[in-house]
């Protein structure tokens, strides 16, 4: 026969898995852990580190984009336990005053997170408060501006000065920096930080502008036993702009 009262606390109402409902709640908690709760962003262009690659910033200014990259990243740091459907996560970021960011500074912020889910369709709605360490360090673009670190080499013929300042918005846009620009006898010569983007400009620009597109790449290195290539990106604008 099944037990008409709970076996912790020994009410007879609300029952569920032989327990009240209080009592259920506190034996059935939604989250079993989080994950390392470690942050790390680059303390001159604010992108920050996400499995092991830099993402770009979602604001400049860094308490904002301290909550964005949180919200963004978060679920993947939670471990949920067996049973439970999550309905809504809210999350709350305590950034201490009066910091002074940048290279090689930790700060501590606590995260106060709402959750709401259910188990057994019992609600079931729980505040928990996590630290976070936040690290900033440098990232791997920011380290190479100012040198004449490059990837590829973006060739435009002839010279265009829209398609100039195109390249120029885009590069802030997304992340990717211009080592130098040559202005040639037949048009310019841009030098990228980014094989892969510079690639993908090509593209945009025989889109957006129309022309012949040729890509080639040559070895120039190796990094942990693997080849490295530069690559050329030639555009060639036959209308006029």
Same mark, same amino acid.
């Given at each position: 026969?099944?037990?008409?009262?709970?076996?912790?606390?020994?009410?007879?109402?609300?029952?569920?898995?032989?327990?009240?409902?209080?009592?259920?709640?506190?034996?059935?908690?939604?989250?079993?852990?989080?994950? +390392?709760? =470690?942050? !790390? @962003?680059?303390?001159?262009? &604010?992108?920050?580190?996400?499995? #092991?690659?830099? *993402? $770009?910033?979602?604001?400049?200014?860094?308490?904002?984009?301290?909550?964005?990259?949180?919200?963004?990243?978060?679920?993947?740091?939670?471990?949920?336990?067996?049973?439970?459907?999550?309905?809504?996560?809210?999350?709350?970021?305590?950034?201490?005053?009066?910091?002074?960011?940048?290279?090689?500074?930790?700060?501590?912020?606590?995260?106060?997170?709402?959750?709401?889910?259910?188990?057994?369709?019992?609600?079931? +709605?729980? =505040?928990? !408060? @996590?630290?976070?360490?936040? &690290?900033?360090?440098?990232?791997? #673009?920011?380290? *190479? $501006?100012?040198?004449?670190?490059?990837?590829?080499?973006?060739?435009?013929?002839?010279?265009?000065?829209?398609?100039?300042?195109?390249?120029?918005?885009?590069?802030?846009?997304?992340?990717?920096?211009?080592?130098?620009?040559?202005?040639?006898?037949?048009?310019?010569?841009?030098?990228?930080?980014?094989?892969?983007?510079?690639?993908?400009?090509?593209?945009?620009?025989?889109?957006?502008?129309?022309?012949?597109?040729?890509?080639?790449?040559? @070895?120039?290195?190796?990094?942990?036993?693997?080849?490295?290539?530069?690559?050329?990106?030639?555009?060639?604008?036959?209308?006029?702009?």
């Amino acid at each position: 026969m099944r037990n008409k009262f709970c076996v912790r606390c020994g009410t007879g109402k609300n029952l569920v898995s032989e327990l009240c409902i209080t009592c259920f709640k506190k034996e059935n908690s939604l989250l079993k852990n989080f994950k +390392n709760m =470690d942050l !790390v @962003i680059c303390d001159v262009c &604010k992108s920050y580190l996400h499995k #092991n690659h830099w *993402k $770009k910033a979602f604001s400049n200014e860094i308490g904002r984009n301290i909550a964005r990259i949180i919200n963004k990243t978060l679920r993947e740091k939670i471990v949920i336990n067996q049973g439970v459907d999550i309905e809504s996560i809210s999350i709350k970021a305590g950034l201490p005053r009066d910091v002074k960011f940048g290279g090689g500074t930790i700060i501590n912020v606590e995260l106060r997170i709402k959750i709401f889910g259910e188990k057994k369709d019992v609600k079931i +709605n729980e =505040d928990h !408060v @996590i630290p976070l360490k936040v &690290k900033f360090s440098t990232c791997n #673009n920011c380290k *190479k $501006k100012g040198t004449q670190y490059f990837e590829a080499k973006l060739q435009i013929r002839p010279a265009k000065e829209k398609i100039l300042n195109f390249i120029k918005t885009y590069c802030e846009e997304s992340g990717m920096f211009i080592s130098k620009i040559e202005e040639e006898k037949y048009g310019y010569d841009i030098y990228l930080n980014d094989q892969k983007e510079a690639r993908n400009l090509g593209n945009i620009l025989k889109r957006e502008f129309g022309g012949e597109l040729k890509i080639s790449k040559k @070895i120039f290195g190796k990094r942990d036993g693997r080849d490295i290539y530069r690559a050329t990106v030639a555009i060639l604008i036959d209308n006029e702009l």
